[in-house]
């Protein structure tokens, strides 16, 4: 999959996306990631990016030309990119989002700066905005980072085991059961015993149990729409119940 990320701060990149299973990814061919410097395409001698807000207020806005004519250079090698514009106005970016965006044949991201970007690079040249939570980062890097990477780990091939991005949080909809690994015990922490039975069928009973648990705790918001038994349903209620009293 093609990843093409527009950005004032194309040395922000490096390290983050060059390590681990994204950066095994990149080197094997998997994703071909390429960064684009909006500076590059500012058209005055001090290679100007940004301008006063027209209204006034605080900061400065990304200046539409240059970022016009970079997303335009992109595009024309990108002739089946999606467009997306990092912001805190977006759609919220989940595990959904990630799924259907790593379908797509080449994704465009586009990071803002200062205050924001002037809206007419939204209407000309973005499909769709997207905001990783409600807070505000000083820029669209990390949030164009954290796209790529849940994006990144979902294409074929990329994860050492396939089956494992279908067995993990929100994948269903859920959160996921806890995990442990040797020793069987630290500190007086014991692995629960059910795990260590070898009675697979009992242990994926109990993982279900606790991803629901889990979730009735932490998000139970996400119950609202997760495919639930009667007695799941029970023993979602049951654990909202308890963590309310706590
Ligand atoms: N003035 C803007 C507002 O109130 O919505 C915030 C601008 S922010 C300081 C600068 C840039 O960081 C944004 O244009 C966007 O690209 C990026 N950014 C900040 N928070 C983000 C978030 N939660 N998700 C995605 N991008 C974000």
Redesign the pocket.
Known sequence: MKFDILTLFPGMFAGPLSESIIGRAIDRGLIDLRLHNIRDYAFDRHRTVDDAPYGGGAGMVMKVEPLYACIQKVRADRPDATVL??????VPFTQCLASNLAGRPELIIV???????DERVTELCIDQE????D??????EL?AMVIVDAVGRLLPGVLGCDESAYDESFAQGLLEYPQYTRPPEFKGHSVPEILLSGNHQEIAQWRRRQTIIRTAIARPELLDRAALSKDERELAEQSMELSNVQ
């Open positions: 514009l990092t912001s805190p106005r977006g990071c803002g700066r200062y205050e924001g970007v997207v905001s990783i939570g807070f505000v980062l000083t820029g669209g949030a």
